[in-house]
């Protein structure tokens, strides 16, 4: 078999266990590169405690924990997923987003319905902190692909917390660049804070 012709095979592989009718099983941990840890009030934990050598990013946006629960893209693209189609801030026009709503997400990690507040944390350092109730009430959606695309990292990926504003009232009368201030793209931390 020559190089191309295993490369061609190989994405195509890769291709097929991405697609909704072919969507493996969710795995317990990660086999790939970790895209969000979840810690704090998280009911179940899939790695080690925080480590100052590796955990660098989550270390200088003042992250510690003993337990924690992560996803990998492929864990996360086994969960159900969810198509939206809001008009973005960005250039103004509708696009189409996939991803599994955040709901399931935090129902994996053992995240409580209640009594609990979620902080959505960027790459870039920006957070938000939203209510379990507003993540049900907005249904939200942890967007991994934009346009059929995946979201890229230096982008708007390649996670992103995000809604559809265009059908949620409260939302869609305000301006563009109003409707998406609880809407952090680029997440790789959730922070569960009790209470």
Same mark, same amino acid.
């Given at each position: 078999m020559n190089?191309?012709?295993?490369?061609?095979?190989a994405a195509l592989g890769l291709g097929a266990a991405a697609l909704?009718?072919?969507a493996a099983k969710p795995s317990k941990t990660p086999g790939g590169p970790v895209l969000l840890t979840l810690t704090g009030a998280v009911g179940k934990s899939n790695r080690p405690a925080f480590d100052p050598a590796f955990d660098q990013?989550? *270390?200088?946006?003042?992250?510690s924990f003993e337990r924690a629960y992560s996803f990998d893209y492929a864990m996360l693209t086994a969960l159900p997923a969810v198509t939206i189609k809001p008009t973005l801030e960005y250039d103004g026009k509708p696009h189409i987003l996939r991803g599994p709503r955040l709901s399931q997400v935090l129902k994996v990690a053992g995240v409580p319905d209640d009594g609990v507040r979620i902080l959505l944390q960027a790459i870039d350092g920006y957070a938000v902190v939203v209510t379990p109730a507003q993540i049900k009430q907005y249904d939200f959606?942890?967007?991994?692909?934009?346009?059929g695309l995946p979201l890229p990292l230096? *982008?708007?990926?390649?996670?992103?917390a995000v809604y559809d504003a265009d059908r949620i009232p409260e939302l869609a009368g305000k301006p563009l660049k109003e409707r998406f201030a609880l809407s952090p793209w680029g997440v790789y931390h959730i922070g569960v804070q009790a209470g």
């Open positions: 190089k191309r012709q295993f490369l061609s095979t909704p009718g072919h990013m989550l *270390g200088k946006h003042k992250v959606i942890l967007a991994t692909e934009r346009d230096g *982008g708007l990926g390649p996670l992103w």
